[in-house]
């Protein structure tokens, strides 16, 4: 399985973005997703999460207000709408899909080890 994260790009401080995670021949509908994502010199984090029913979702403080997650399961997409971006923001943002529909309970929705699947990254950067 391998997800594909897009919509990167370069961006000024302020600006907006919107992010997409798809996945051919994989039914992302029936899996809880999420953002991560990886600034220069820093451990990957968790940035947001959406259960398969699209009802609920989780967010990191450092971006709620901003973010938005949201899923398409009729395009078997997941999105990330980033509004309001800063330079801190700048960094490989990848998604990655849990084994179950549900957001697992056992392991924090902003653990690497919830995911069992992943995908390459797509390239934010915020300028100044």
């Known amino acids: 399985v391998q997800l594909q994260a897009s919509g990167g790009g370069l961006v000024q401080s302020g600006g907006s973005l919107r992010l997409s995670c798809a996945a051919p021949?994989?039914?992302?509908?029936?899996?809880?997703t999420g953002w991560f994502r990886r600034a220069p010199g820093k451990e990957r984090e968790g940035v947001s999460c959406?259960?398969?029913?699209?009802?609920?979702?989780y967010y990191a403080d450092s971006v709620k207000g901003r973010f938005t997650i949201s899923r398409d399961n009729a395009k078997n997409t997941v999105y990330l709408q980033m509004n309001s971006l800063k330079p801190e923001d700048t960094a490989i943002y990848y998604c990655?899909?849990?084994?179950?529909?549900?957001?697992?309970?056992?392991?924090?929705?902003?653990?690497?080890?919830?995911?069992?699947?992943w995908g390459q990254g797509t390239l934010v950067t915020v300028s100044s």
């Open positions: 959406i259960g398969s029913s699209g009802f609920r979702t």
């Open positions: 021949g994989f039914a992302l509908g029936f899996h809880a």
């Open positions: 990655a899909a849990q084994r179950t529909g549900r957001v697992r309970n056992d392991t924090p929705w902003d653990s690497i080890r919830a995911y069992d699947y």
